[in-house]
DNA sequence: TGCCCGATTAACT
DNA sequence: GTTAATCGGGCAA
């Protein structure tokens, strides 16, 4: 039986708890899979939602760690983020793609495709997948309906530039599982960066 | 109040 | 490769 993740592990730098995600299972209402792909969003990061201070939409990143920061993108999609590190620093974790485990039919249905290449791969998709919509926004990640497990053994991670900003584009916060199918887009080689290892 | 634009996606050519 | 869909946040006035 897999290792459930406690509120300490997201009571660190996010630049360290977005690495250490990949790989690990997340489940919401015991859909989903293994997270393949993550960015970190630092308060002091222009393309942060916290960078120009608190505000409605983003209190919740204000708050403890360890709780979900869901908010509407373009409109049209949800997007849902792990807030990290001690309270007030107001940083997170985006969390863009699964690879789908658990509840393949329920997320096929929900998406109107069969592909399990399509259900999750992308931060508005793995949402509409999971059933996480705006009422969600705040809730602790410890308890029902998520359920987050450590993952079991060492993975291979990469690290490169995020997608979909314009500002502060050049940090290399994305993060990746190496080679995974499941990813929103491929991590292009020229634009790997190293980074830590982890355990 | 009005205006611009975005941590996206899918359907195009 | 390009672009429409669609709407709340943030800021100027």
Redesign the pocket.
């Known amino acids: 039986m897999p290792k459930r993740i406690k509120r300490t592990f997201f009571s660190r730098s996010v630049h360290e708890v977005a690495p250490d995600l990949i790989g690990a299972t997340l489940l919401f209402a015991s859909l989903g899979g293994r997270i393949v792909e993550v ?1 970190a ?1 630092h308060h002091t990061d222009p ?4 960078f ?1 201070g608190e ?4 209190a919740v990143m204000f708050g403890p760690p360890g709780y979900a920061y869901v908010y ?6 949800w ?1 849902l ?1 792990f807030v990290c590190e001690p309270k007030g620093s107001a940083s ?1 974790v ?1 969390i863009r793609a699964l690879e789908p485990t658990a509840g393949i039919a329920t997320m096929r249905r929900r ?1 109107g495709v069969a592909d399990e290449r ?1 259900l999750c791969s ?4 793995l949402c509409q997948a999971l059933g996480i919509i705006g009422k969600h926004n705040g809730l602790p990640l410890e308890e029902a309906p998520f359920a987050i497990f450590a993952r079991k053994g060492p993975v291979e991670v990469v690290a490169g530039p995020r ?4 500002k502060a584009a050049e940090k290399p916060w994305r993060y990746g599982l190496k080679g995974s199918r499941f990813l ?1 887009k491929p991590f292009s080689p020229a634009a790997i960066v190293p980074h830590r290892p982890p355990r």
């Open positions: 960015e969003y393309a942060a939602h916290s120009r505000t409605a939409r983003n509407r993108s373009y409109g049209m999609h997007c983020n997170a985006l998406r399509l992308g931060p508005g998709r997608i979909g900003i314009t929103s």
